[in-house]
């Protein structure tokens, strides 16, 4: 079964620099999501993506943030200069349609730690 | 905007008990809900989804869901929990139109004692 998949599982960086995670979403996808959850906290909302340019996104995704799909397989955000509340567990999910009746498969997760 | 609130961050059962994990949704337009499951280590599965069908709504794994107007509810149960059940369960909500952002509650780990 497809499925989506996240490198790296984890990652651990220092305050101040650029990160990017990196997805894989499904190969007849067409919408693509970034979400977060800080530890023992809900997993938040923060992009989405359609047609190559940013559809909703939350007042979480800053200027800090941004996501991109280099080519027709990856998906990425990027985190220009880090900050420790930014250390959580970063989820990409995609959809093959964007209508609220459709199913988004997530990913495993990369779980970012920044010192 | 909408939410969902999980009562009980944790839960524990027995073994071959009932699993009754309760969620509730606020949202100004019909809702569609969900219910994930993620194993340690792992990503979010979907269990199941409502989407104005049928109010009760059968998922993987033997759980099923009730979709509930009047009291604005969708709880997830199953009859007889099994030890491979021990997970974390959220509940979602979408809504339709837009780009089906989700909303997840706080999630409720449930512990299955054998």
């Known amino acids: ?115 | 905007a909408q939410s969902v609130t999980q009562l009980g961050s944790h839960v524990s059962v027995s073994e071959g008990a009932l699993v009754l994990l309760r969620c509730n949704y606020s949202s100004s337009v019909p809702p569609y809900l969900f219910w994930y499951v993620q194993y340690p280590n792992q990503g979010l599965q979907l269990l199941l989804k409502y989407t104005s069908a049928a109010t009760l709504v059968k998922g993987i794994n033997g759980f099923e869901a009730e979709f509930k107007k009047s009291e604005t509810s969708f709880h997830l149960t199953k009859p007889s929990a099994h030890m491979s059940d021990a997970a974390e369960y959220f509940c979602a909500v979408s809504v339709t139109g837009g780009y089906q952002k989700v909303t997840f509650g706080t999630g409720t780990k449930l512990q299955v004692i054998p």
């Open chain 1, 1 to 115: 079964e497809p499925e989506v998949t996240q490198t790296p599982s984890h990652q651990v960086t220092q305050m101040g620099q650029e990160v990017i995670l990196r997805c894989v979403p499904i190969s007849n996808h067409l919408y693509f999501y970034w979400y977060r959850q800080i530890l023992g906290q809900k997993v938040e909302f923060l992009v989405s993506f359609y047609n190559n340019e940013i559809s909703e996104k939350s007042e979480i995704f800053d200027d800090q943030f941004s996501v991109e799909r280099p080519d027709g397989s990856n998906f990425t955000l990027k985190i220009r200069s880090t900050k420790l509340e930014d250390s959580a567990m970063y989820f990409c999910a995609s959809s093959r349609q964007g209508a609220g009746t459709d199913t988004q498969y997530f990913g495993p997760g990369t779980r970012l730690t920044v010192l």
